[in-house]
């Protein structure tokens, strides 16, 4: 086999002495959707966020195609392909739907000391970003105030940035998170069209969600990794049930 | 901005207008001081147009704008005292250093956010005033006098009020468009993104912070201008005019006309000036006046005098 997309040795990352990350390994093969779940305070957001370049790592290294990119700034990973959605939506309120991926766009265009031609006007510009807010359903709403949508819309413009770039690779954190039934069902069937095209990593609570979409599942648990497997082999491994499975049906059952 | 006629539109028509043709009324015999004061107040506009592209596009809230003022001021005063008085030696000179300072603070306190940017920008806008009025030989804390406003060629003659008032005018407008063509350029975009969510633009793939530079020099450097003319308005430079409470004033210019609005601080600095001046008549104790008013539209009026127009004339659709 050739040389993983992704693939990260010896992570570390502490906070005040809390072990966030603690010597983890994890590879991911170009065009897998590689899950990774765990209980809460299990790590996965620390993780997403050293992969992103939000957070540097206190120790180890992170290759992405090739190249080390554990020291590389935010959008200098961007720019080789890695693009990551947040967990808490995170977009230009104060702009339109259509600003805010038209941004994306412009982000993968070149500088952007272009101080005369008026930006929206730009079809170089504006018809890309059309065209994903299209794909992911929302080009109805592409003129109105991005402040005006529904959470599962904020999600879905989140997607259609991180597609414009076409990145090699998507890190998502928790895309399903405060959607509704019938929006989460619509983002499942947005991931399993996208895992076609792209290696996607995916962070998330819906298990039904991540045993329906991964190829691969890692099992983290006080920032370690405890097990790596197809769906079924981490369905069927003890120590995850125990660690973590459990618990979920538990509260599965609760809330049911 | 849309070419229809809105309350907005038909207002900024009007006063638009009405700055054009003041200086007819003057000649028709008017008081020659009403000139003088919107000299100063279109000055004071340009200024507050500088800062309103850091402050209300790119959500950098500079609290020591004036220094900019002083320093182009400077330029102008410091050459003219050492008999360099043409205006092609003093402009330049006062841009760039306006350009230079801005470069210099700018590097260092945009590497902060929030109230930590706010400090820095007002210790640093002090510290020049500070240095200003030390400056001896060029009449430290009593100020220094003009006594040649800047040479141009022929026609060209700054001492002439209704000429001088039409340059102002002029660059104000000027100024106004420049602003409105890069706030809408993809550098704009860039700079209004990163106000709304700078995490987000470098997430994205933006180095944000040298676009923000930039953006912050360009706004110095208008300011800069705006302090050359002023120095040649009032023949007298000193360091009051970089006080920490001038850069006050331009932010309540920017806030009271509509922030991240193209026109708002040239309808709030006529607001702000004209105010000040019919109160001051009223009253000495104007303040009291203004203070409670500054205070309504903070208040009530988010989007400053500009965006109640715009509120106004929606209502006023159908």
Not at chain 2, 61 to 70: E, K, W
Request: net charge neutral.
């Amino acid at each position: 086999m050739s040389e993983p997309l992704l693939q990260v040795e010896n992570l570390a990352k502490r906070f005040d002495g809390i072990v966030a990350t603690d010597d983890l390994a994890l590879t991911v093969a170009a065009g897998e959707l590689h899950a990774i779940i765990g209980p809460n305070g299990a790590g996965k957001t620390t993780l997403i966020s050293q992969l992103g370049g939000q957070l540097t790592p206190d120790s180890g290294h992170i290759r992405f195609d090739g190249h080390d990119i554990t020291a590389l700034p935010m959008y200098r990973r961007s720019r080789l392909g890695l693009a990551r959605s947040f967990q808490i939506t995170s977009l230009f309120l104060d702009l339109s739907v259509l600003d805010n991926v038209a941004l994306a766009v412009q982000a993968h265009t070149g500088h952007s000391f272009r101080f005369w031609r008026n930006a929206r006007a730009e079809a170089e510009l504006r018809e890309p970003a059309r065209a994903a807010l299209e794909r992911v359903g929302l080009g109805a709403r592409a003129d109105l105030p991005a402040s005006v949508l529904s959470h599962g819309e904020h999600r879905l413009i989140e997607l259609a940035m991180a597609l414009v770039g076409n990145p090699r690779m998507l890190l998502l954190d928790e895309p399903m998170a405060g959607l509704g039934p019938e929006e989460s069902a619509r983002m499942v069937e947005m991931l399993r069209a996208l895992k076609k095209e792209l290696t996607i990593l995916l962070i998330e609570h819906d298990m039904e969600a991540v045993f329906a979409l991964a190829d691969r599942i890692t099992v983290l648990v006080y920032g370690r990794v405890i097990a790596t497997g197809a769906p079924a082999e981490i369905r069927s491994n003890a120590a995850v049930r125990e660690a973590y499975l459990g618990e979920a049906e538990a509260e599965g059952t609760g809330h049911g | 901005m849309s070419g229809a006629l809105t309350i907005r539109n038909s207002v900024v028509f009007v006063l638009l207008a009405a700055l054009a043709l003041l200086p007819l009324y003057v000649g028709l015999g008017g008081n020659i001081f009403v000139l003088t004061l919107f000299t100063r107040i279109v000055i004071l506009a340009m200024a507050a147009v500088s800062l309103n592209l850091i402050l209300g596009y790119g959500g950098m809230m500079s609290f020591g704008h004036a220094a900019y003022l002083g320093i182009g001021g400077y330029a102008v005063g410091i050459l003219a005292h050492e008999g360099i008085y043409s205006g092609f030696a003093q402009w330049p000179v006062a841009l760039f250093a306006s350009a230079l300072f801005a470069l210099v603070i700018g590097a260092l306190s945009l590497r902060t956010r929030g109230v930590y940017f706010i400090m820095i920008t007002l210790a640093f806008a002090q510290m020049a005033y500070y240095i200003v009025a030390g400056l001896a030989r060029y009449g430290g804390d009593d100020g220094l006098t003009i006594y040649k406003r800047s040479q141009f060629f022929e026609p060209v003659n700054l001492s002439n009020k209704v000429q001088f008032y039409y340059l102002c005018l002029t660059l104000l407008f000027g100024a106004t468009y420049l602003v409105y063509r890069l706030v809408n350029s993809r550098f704009g975009m860039v700079i209004q993104g990163a106000r709304s969510n700078e995490l987000r633009m470098r997430a994205i793939g933006f180095p944000t912070y040298r676009y923000r530079l930039v953006c912050f020099v360009i706004a110095g450097t208008l300011c800069g201008l705006a302090g050359a003319l002023l120095g040649n308005h009032t023949d007298f430079v000193s360091p009051s005019m970089m006080y920490w409470t001038r850069s006050g004033d331009l932010i309540i210019m920017v806030v009271l006309g509509g922030m991240g609005s193209v026109v708002g601080p040239l309808i709030g600095a006529v607001a702000l000036l004209v105010l000040e001046e019919l109160l001051s008549g009223i009253t000495e104790y104007w303040q009291i006046i203004l203070g409670p008013l500054l205070l309504l539209v903070v208040l009530f009026a988010r989007g400053g005098i500009d965006g109640l127009l715009a509120k106004a004339g929606a209502k006023g659709q159908p």
